[in-house]
């Protein structure tokens, strides 16, 4: 079975190309104006056009208001929402209701205990992110370049539909689906060259990583 790929945060048509082309599943935008990857619903929405009938064009958003969901699902027409804040299996509940779209929840990983979260999300959320948890200090959820052990999902129970995401990059991803086995990744700082800037040649890279670790 093929691997979920997201490649999260783009910004750029360029971006937007290399990751169709290198077979991602999911792209990512992000509406979170403390990230550097933060974009506008409109911008989210002429890049997204690329993707129709290639890939799911994903809204990336922190314990947003309905306000601004609203405008993100009115404007972009994302496929699936992406709740990467502090949001309650209710509010995740809530969500899908009044927006109709399928919702991956982001559940912030250190240790084993962290993955207790998956229970009561489990069977609300359509897809969870398993990320690692950010830096003390760090204003972004995500997106912040640091692993977790990856040992720890050998816990999880089978058939769960999760992405892996965490300080992946085209060096240790391969690594990352030896130890981990999951059933889809996702990326964004590992494939830039600079807070915000996503690089071509490292999606192109990542890609090849993940193909030869599959072989």
Request: proline content about 7%; hydrophobic content about 40%.
């Amino acid at each position: 079975m093929p691997l979920d790929i997201k490649i999260c945060g783009l910004s750029t048509p360029e971006t937007v190309t290399a990751a169709l082309d290198g077979g991602a599943s999911h792209i990512g935008f992000i509406f979170f104006p403390k990230s550097p990857r933060n974009v506008t619903p409109e911008l989210a929405s002429e890049l997204r056009q690329a993707a129709i009938g290639r890939a799911k064009a994903v809204g990336v958003t922190v314990d947003a208001s309905d306000e601004l969901l609203a405008e993100i699902v009115e404007t972009m027409r994302p496929d699936m929402l992406q709740l990467h804040g502090k949001e309650t299996p209710e509010r995740v509940a809530e969500v899908k209701v009044r927006f109709g779209l399928p919702v991956i929840k982001a559940l912030s990983v250190s240790t084993a205990d962290d993955l207790e979260a998956i229970a009561v999300y489990r069977g609300v959320a359509d897809k969870m992110l398993l990320d690692a948890k950010a830096p003390k200090g760090s204003e972004l959820p995500g997106g912040n370049g640091v692993t977790f052990d990856w040992t720890l999902l050998s816990k999880l129970e089978p058939g769960l539909d999760y992405m892996l995401s965490g300080g992946l990059n085209p060096g240790n991803v391969g690594e990352a689906i030896r130890v981990a086995q999951p059933p889809g990744l996702d990326i964004s700082s590992g494939v830039e060259r600079a807070p915000g800037v996503k690089d071509t040649s490292l999606i192109a890279n990542f890609f090849a990583a993940v193909r030869s670790a599959q072989k």
